[in-house]
T-cell receptor, first 112, second 114 residues
């Protein structure tokens, strides 16, 4: 699986958009980008995934660059409850392939 | 749906004792995963099952660890004998057949081995 690089930490003001970047310059054509987050003392939570098109759901938007070497997770109106560690994961295939390798992620601190 | 259920939520035991962690996946999910999380090593996949069959156990640290899934609604992770370095939060997750690697995690079991 392609390696991902994320900033260690970020701050965001409550109510503002949080933009979390992820670099995956060695991504292959059949690899998807997945985002999970882990709120303190809870299990990780799936957020969104994409292959090459931008994706949006009730939680977030995922913007993937045209060359697919990087992506951005956007939380449009961050709240204090969005404070968490956000993991960007690249994985082969769309259907279940088992392993997800969680890196260190980005710690997002939403401040009032 | 109740989500993934894990028990116990907290376990404190002495070195050398046997520890059994339990997991009930979401009904209808075909995949079940066991993870371990520590400050030093982060979140690590230990083993996963598909249709109750172990598919990849390469993350199981050593022979002291074993996992079973006797049926679609129950799995156990056993440590025998336990050691202080096994202290961690153990998560169970499940995923539906045909899904896009979206895994649904339980609340975890915090294990402390003294």
């Amino acid at each position: 699986d392609a390696k991902t690089t994320q900033p260690t930490s970020m701050d965001c003001a409550e109510g503002r958009a949080a933009n979390l970047p992820c670099n995956h310059s060695t991504i292959s054509g059949n690899e998807y980008v997945y985002w999970y987050r882990q709120i303190h003392s809870q299990g990780p939570q799936y957020i969104i995934h994409g292959l090459k098109n931008n994706e949006t759901n009730e939680m977030a938007s995922l913007i993937i660059t045209e060359d697919r070497k990087s992506s951005t997770l956007i939380l449009p109106h961050a709240t204090l409850r969005d404070t968490a560690v956000y993991y960007c994961i690249v994985r082969v295939g769309g259907s279940n392939t088992g392993k997800l390798i969680f890196g260190q992620g980005t710690t997002l601190q939403v401040k009032p | 749906d109740a989500g993934v259920i894990q028990s116990p939520r907290h376990e404190v035991t002495e070195m050398g004792q046997e520890v059994t962690l339990r997991c009930k996946p979401i009904s209808g999910h075909d995949y079940l995963f066991w993870y371990r999380q520590t400050m030093m090593r982060g979140l690590e996949l230990l083993i996963y099952f598909n249709n109750n069959v172990p598919i990849d156990d390469s993350g199981m640290p050593e022979d002291r660890f074993s996992a079973k899934m006797p049926n679609a609604s129950f799995s156990t992770l056993k440590i025998q004998p336990s050691e202080p370095r096994d202290s961690a939060v153990y998560f169970c997750a499940s995923s539906p057949r045909g899904g896009f690697n979206e895994q649904y995690f339980g609340p975890g079991t915090r294990l402390t081995v003294t």
